[in-house]
């Protein structure tokens, strides 16, 4: 085993081409935000979990049934355009949505080496998802934010090395994890900016 942020990819390894973002890195790199939250340590969080994990099903999905039509998240979208359900092009936009809570959340707390998680994910929550959900999910989140560990415990679990080694030294915890927010960002304002030009977000 290793430190959280060496055994999954980063979102900086992530490819980018012209033809858009690989889908088969990216789900993998998404796969490796649903594991942060085991870190935060509450049961609070499973539908956090849930709604990420179901959400790289959904695109998981089109891709097995249709790999030629969506080596990237462009062509996926694209190519399901022009059928009734539109299932993975939904999904992909929900995961985008709970990417960019989280990238959010934890780039306030990296600016604001003062501010608990709790204050930093619930002010993203207030910018990012809320506006989407209903009565019921805002309650479910605002359970969530509530339970997230102090902060120091957070990025202790996270330095930490499983298996008993050394923990990841403060500078280069604090370089990986903004290298690795700082792709997630930039592949999150690309996709929300394609689903926007393209009418892609329309009918949900």
Known sequence: MAPYLETVKSFADVPITDAGVDT????????GVVGLFDLLGSSAFIPVQNDLKGNIAKVRARYDAHPADSSTLEL???????????TATEGLMWLLRGLS?????????QANPTEELSTAFTKSYESTLKKFHNFVVKGIFSVAMKACPYRADFYTKLAADPAGGSPVPADKLNEELNKWLAALDHIVKRLED???????????
């Open 24 to 31: 088969v890195a990216f789900l993998e790199a998404a796969q």
């Open 76 to 86: 996926l979208v694209v190519n399901e355009k022009g059928e009734k359900k539109r």
């Open 101 to 109: 809570f989280t990238c959010k959340a934890l780039q306030a707390a």
């Open 194 to 204: 394609f689903y926007e030009k393209g009418g892609h977000n329309k009918g949900f």
